[in-house]
């Protein structure tokens, strides 16, 4: 790239410096803030990859490339959507405004310049790899090559984060060769330096996990004055001062920075660094101390260049800059949170030539800046998305014991739904669970995906699992890390929107660890992600494992989670409908949301449940139904004798046992088995709630007891709903091993204490 071309890059990247600074000042200084609350803006964190987004933006992107941009960078990244003619200017002085761009990049609320949500944890640059795993999914399956590259932006700090290295661990990511990771190494986290191990470690972990690694250390003029004769003194000087060290000197007088880089560790006179530095002036140190790679334009092309020389594998571009880079609060320690004050941002406008008015200004449509943004490719736009021809079946034939649980009849459905030609779409994974949570026989019909196949050695040893992995599998299996496989859902339930075509993700895990990867699943589905969690075994009921496998806060969760519909069938046939309706919604882009079903080894007779008929499903899909009515009864009086019994998943024989214990007693009950304790919760909100439905109008009175495998807040809303005093039962503690009958009993929720509960009630 000749001298030329760089000076236009160098005034492009001087605009979005100031659009990225003031955007931020507007916000906080100059638009209407009745509260008065901080709006922030992260000018620093920003400041520091303008060039690296620069020379990406400007130069470097390919049209299918897809960005996920370091988090704090969203000025920046805004500025220069504006600048390519992608947003205007009123959408820039909305920043962090309600409706407007948001903190950090969101596909959900500003899809029409951001490729992929990030946030903060490294949570957005995981996400993205696995949708470059996605991606290569779509080519072995599809032969669909869209998006041909995923481009991660991520600040070094976030890399502290353990999820970043979880995923870096996967066998799979070290085969893609379209994923390319610039790390902005500029030395501060929110509160302190990095430590300086972080400049060992980085490159040396990326390169034993299969990376190639481009190190963009020092930028052009320090690398020339390395190469002069004494030049390595000084080179050796910067490459072993700590990172706190050369941070305060960012800060420091031009004199101080002499005395300081000539000085040895003992307080003696570095001699020949000195007698090398003697023909440099003092003003000029400081400029040369902050020539870092991370800010040289045509280093950091060249690199990106080199990158794309390498499709065998990932690659990762550690880009040293200056927070709060071409800012008066540079290499501050504590500049996270700093936005510039009125006089220094007239000071920057000045320094960069901004005349008083022009604040907004873009480059004259005459100019080199605008032909040059002109000539450029386009920005990636992902293709129209093709729903399946096939439709997901209203029912299966599928049979089920007369005595099974709702994780075993998971397995018969998936087993069933392999025959069928959706089960093209149709793509499983799990955190090293797959076989305890009946996925064997999905995968020997379908076999492991991995990018290349690998030789299967116990091929000719019966095994009740045939682990055979190759391209043409449809099985992912991760290591146990729970953050991986939520991260994994969310971007393979992506590929609608970013390749056009409909993948139905589904994944299993250990309902306890649920909590355990929370902040990726949240994650997933603010992304936008859409794929069922199968979550099982459940609660207390896994009776033997004790506290550490038995889940007891994870209904509240289902419950919570937005774009996300919970459920916990107590029946075979409940888990079938709820399985097949969940897929169904995952091809519904417009209504759809992801699924989480949570199940147990519980076996309960079937036999109990009613017969299969539309109004029964339909009010399973709904959320819940009455198993048991107590009003046909003679004797029932509404307003004497009865109670309602609401019971979810595995709790619903308990509920029906107490039933008869109170019928001995001359109490009269009803069982409702709720099948989703979620969307009774939302259904409150509408004008006729669904739990009107099912309580009759002539049941106002009735109290309630409700019953479940989990903490019981999950079902403790039905009696303020309706009106009613209410006990809530549930798991409120921590889990321990002992036969199922004894845990029942000690946490209060077996038969006699429903019973027991309801005669409180009645004042028995």
């Known amino acids: 790239m000749d001298e030329s071309e760089l000076a236009v890059l160098e005034r492009i990247q001087r605009k979005v410096l100031w659009l990225s600074a003031w955007m931020v000042h507007y916000a906080n200084f100059l638009r209407p803030n009745p509260d008065g609350t901080k709006v922030g803006g992260h000018q620093a964190s920003s400041a520091s990859v303008v060039s690296l987004m620069t020379a990406l933006y400007f130069k470097a992107l390919r049209p299918g490339d897809v960005v996920a941009v370091k988090a704090h960078a969203s000025p920046a990244f805004y500025a220069i959507q504006y600048l390519r003619g992608r947003l205007d200017v009123a959408a820039l002085q909305e920043l962090r405004s309600f409706g407007g761009l948001q903190a950090y990049p969101s596909r959900r609320k500003n899809p029409e310049v951001v490729d992929l949500s990030t946030g903060s944890m490294g949570l957005g640059a995981v996400a993205a790899t696995f949708g470059a795993l996605a991606a290569r999914y779509l080519m072995d399956h599809f032969g669909v090559r869209h998006p041909e590259r995923f481009i991660v932006m991520v600040g070094d700090a976030e890399l502290d984060e353990g999820n970043v290295w979880e995923a870096l661990l996967e066998e799979a990511v070290a085969q893609l060769g379209n994923v390319l990771w610039i790390v902005d190494v500029n030395r501060q986290s929110l509160d302190r330096i990095v430590p300086d191990s972080r400049s060992r470690q980085l490159p040396d972990l990326f390169r034993a996990l299969g990376w190639r690694v481009i190190e963009l250390r020092w930028g052009s003029r320090l690398k020339e004055l390395f190469s002069r004769p004494g030049g390595a003194s000084l080179h050796t000087r910067l490459e072993t001062m700590s990172y706190a060290e050369y941070q305060s000197l960012l800060r420091s007088p031009a004199s101080a920075v002499r005395k300081a880089l000539v000085s040895t560790p003992d307080g003696d006179r570095n001699a020949a660094l000195d007698h090398f530095l003697a023909e440099t002036p003092d003003d000029t140190l400081p400029g040369l101390l902050s020539d870092l790679g991370g800010h040289d334009l045509g280093l950091i092309l060249e690199a990106f260049d080199e990158a794309k020389r390498t499709p065998d594998g990932p690659c990762a571009i550690l880009a040293h800059t200056i927070k709060g880079w071409g800012l008066p609060f540079a290499g501050d320690p504590l500049n ?96 090293d669970v797959a076989v305890t949570t009946h996925l064997a026989g999905w995968i020997n019909r379908k076999g492991i995906y991995f990018p290349r196949a690998r030789p299967n050695f116990f091929a000719e040893i019966p095994q009740a699992v045939q682990w055979k992995e190759s391209p043409g599998g449809q099985h992912i299996e991760l290591g146990i ?181 109170l019928r001995e007693a001359g109490a009269f009950a009803n069982v409702f088995v709720t099948t989703s304790p979620d969307l009774l919760y939302r259904g409150l909100r509408q004008p006729r709630p669904y739990l009107e439905e099912l309580v009759a109008a002539d049941e106002e009175g009735v109290p309630v007891v409700s019953v479940l495998d989990g903490h019981s807040h999950a079902l403790a809303f039905i009696g303020a709903a309706l009106g009613v005093p209410q006990i809530p039962l549930g798991v409120d503690d921590f889990g321990q091993s002992g036969a199922r009958a004894d845990l029942y009993r000690h946490y209060g929720i077996d038969a006699d204490a429903i019973a027991h509960a309801a005669k409180l009630l009645l004042g028995a």
């Open 336 to 431: 996270h949170t700093m936005v510039l004050s009125p006089a220094q941002i007239e000071d920057l406008r000045r320094s960069l030539g901004i005349a008083p008015g022009e604040e907004w200004a873009g480059f004259p449509p005459e100019s080199p800046e605008a032909r040059w943004i002109s000539g450029l490719p386009p920005l990636f736009a992902a293709p129209p998305p093709t729903l399946p021809a096939r439709e997901v079946p209203e029912r299966l034939e599928e049979t089920y014991p007369a005595e099974t649980s709702t994780q075993e009849a998971f397995g018969r459905l998936l087993g069933a739904l392999s025959r069928l030609p959706i089960a093209e779409r149709i793509v499983t994974a799990s955190a």
């Open 481 to 661: 890390a729970e953050h991986n496989l939520f991260l994994l859902l969310g971007a393979f339930g992506l590929t609608h929107e970013l390749s056009g075509v409909t993948l139905l993700p589904v994944g299993t895990l250990y309902d306890p660890f649920v909590g355990r990867g929370l902040d990726a699943l949240y994650h997933a589905l603010y992304s936008g992600g859409r794929f069922i969690v199968v979550a099982t075994p459940s609660g207390v009921s896994l009776s033997p494992e004790g506290g550490a496998h038995q889940s007891v806060i994870t209904p509240g969760i289902g419950v919570g989670l937005p774009g996300m519909v919970y459920f916990d069938p107590a029946f075979a046939q409940e888990v079938e409908w709820i399985l097949l309706e969940g897929l169904r919604r995952l091809l519904d882009r417009g209504e759809g949301e992801a699924l989480y079903l949570r199940l147990s080894t519980k076996s309960i007779d079937q036999r109990v449940a009613p017969p299969p008929s539309p109004e029964y499903r339909s009010q399973v899909l709904r959320g819940g139904y009455r198993l048991i009515d107590a009003r046909r009864e003679p004797g029932y009086a509404p307003e004497d004798n009865a109670v309602h019994l609401f019971a979810a998943g595995a709790m619903v024989p308990e509920a029906v046992a107490a039933t008869r214990a």
